[in-house]
């Protein structure tokens, strides 16, 4: 099986930086994902890491260490409208390929 | 945006009744999937189709069916509702399920079952 652990909430006040972690056991990692999703929307991708290191994509980046089963997503120069939740999702090739999400962690972001 | 859609986008129905949810694309994306959303446990895969007439359990499948006669459409049905199947239920497509193919969603299905 996974477990895939993210913080349920997190506060961060706009204009600044914040980090949310990821961490996860898998038998068979085969990427990680991540998702945004404001209240009563869908989940909207934002970035896939398979590789150790950082994935930048303007305001936002990822990280991985598979070394370790750990990501974060960075978001930089907060907006009030990045109040949503984040989700962290592991690709396991043990398991047919499929996404198994963590809680996601929701963020807001206060003036 | 990928051309995803689902409905019903509301229903409330009561216990013991059959209940059928349906995703439909315009992608032609071969994986389908089918999602369950729920406080304090995330999105947890019901079944998911890897093609017409190909289709798999995932997580929480007990309850659940599904149907792909069709590469547009993936039907999902409760055949008989219980208050613990109330949820958010998304239908997720993607091209495929290795590399960096992200799955899309749709806007979701919110069921309530009294």
């Known amino acids: 099986g996974q477990n895939i652990d993210q913080p349920t909430e997190m506060t961060a006040t706009e204009g600044a930086i914040v980090q949310i972690n990821c961490t996860y056991q898998t038998s068979g990692f085969n990427g990680l994902f991540w998702y945004q999703q404001h209240a009563g929307e869908a989940p909207t991708f934002l970035s896939y890491n398979v590789l150790d290191g950082l994935e930048e994509k303007g305001r936002f980046s990822s990280f991985l260490s598979r070394s370790k089963g750990y990501s974060y997503l960075l978001l930089k120069e907060l907006q009030m409208k990045d109040s949503a939740s984040y989700l962290c999702?592991?690709?396991?090739?043990?398991?047919?390929?499929?996404?198994?999400f963590g809680g996601g962690t929701r963020l807001m972001v206060k003036p | 945006d990928a051309g995803i859609t689902q409905s019903p986008r509301h229903k409330v129905t009561e216990t013991g009744t059959p209940v059928t949810l349906r995703c439909h694309q315009t992608e032609n994306h071969r994986y389908m999937y089918w999602y369950r959303q729920d406080p304090g446990h995330g999105l947890r895969l019901i079944h998911y189709s890897y093609g017409v007439k190909d289709t798999d359990k995932g997580e929480v499948s007990d309850g659940y069916s599904v149907s792909r006669s069709k590469t547009e459409d993936f039907l999902l049905t409760l055949e008989s509702a219980t208050s613990s199947q109330t949820s958010v239920y998304f239908c997720?497509?993607?091209?495929?399920?290795?590399?960096?193919?992200?799955?899309?969603f749709g806007p979701g299905t919110r069921l309530t079952v009294t």
């Open positions: 999702a592991v690709r396991d090739d043990n398991a047919g390929n499929m996404l198994t």
């Open positions: 997720a497509i993607s091209e495929s399920a290795t590399g960096s193919y992200e799955q899309y």
